[in-house]
């Protein structure tokens, strides 16, 4: 078996053990009761920026 083919199977291994994993980890993530954050936790004063430019008069020269 030449170096090229055994490097090949190697990464194809890790590929596919780091596909399984990222499987599980997904599946043990949405698996989580997720619950909203109470209202209570929310800054009750909304902030609004506004930016307005208003060009009056153009300048010619």
Do not use: H
Not at 1 to 27: C, E, F, N, P
């Amino acid at each position: 078996m030449d170096r090229s083919k055994l490097v090949a199977i190697i990464t194809g291994v890790i590929s596919i053990i780091l596909a399984i994993a990222y499987l599980i980890l997904v599946q043990l993530l949405d698996y989580r009761d997720m619950k909203p954050a109470p209202i209570s936790q929310f800054d009750q004063t909304p902030a609004i920026i506004s930016n307005c430019w208003q060009i009056d008069k153009i300048a010619e020269v």
